[in-house]
């Protein structure tokens, strides 16, 4: 898998979650879980294009890093777990 393939992916996991967060229920739980998992979701794209970005490896690392909290955040607001 290359770098372009996994923009596209991270681009399409934004807006299926988008689509998805659209049948959460209409109460403060629902909308409160939607933005965060919304929020989060779009960080993956974000920070994955800026990782592809930087300069040094480290840099790299510190962007790829930070992908994969916001991954992680995705899931957990997700499953509720």
Same mark, same amino acid.
């Given at each position: 898998m290359? $770098?372009?393939? %996994?923009?596209? #992916?991270?681009?399409?996991?934004? !807006?299926?979650?988008i689509k998805l967060?659209?049948?959460?229920? #209409? ?6 879980t939607?933005k965060? %998992?919304? @929020?989060s979701a779009?960080? !993956? $794209?974000?920070n994955y #294009?800026?990782s592809v @970005?930087?300069?040094?490896?480290a840099?790299? %690392?510190?962007k790829?890093?930070?992908v %994969? ?8 607001? @997700?499953? $509720?777990?």
């Amino acid at each position: 898998m290359d $770098g372009q393939e %996994l923009q596209s #992916r991270t681009k399409k996991f934004h !807006v299926d979650v988008i689509k998805l967060c659209e049948d959460f229920p #209409r109460n403060a739980a629902g909308f409160e879980t939607a933005k965060q %998992l919304i @929020r989060s979701a779009g960080s !993956v $794209g974000a920070n994955y #294009r800026a990782s592809v @970005r930087a300069k040094s490896p480290a840099d790299f %690392l510190y962007k790829i890093e930070v992908v %994969l909290e916001e991954a992680d955040e995705s899931h957990l607001a @997700r499953s $509720g777990k």
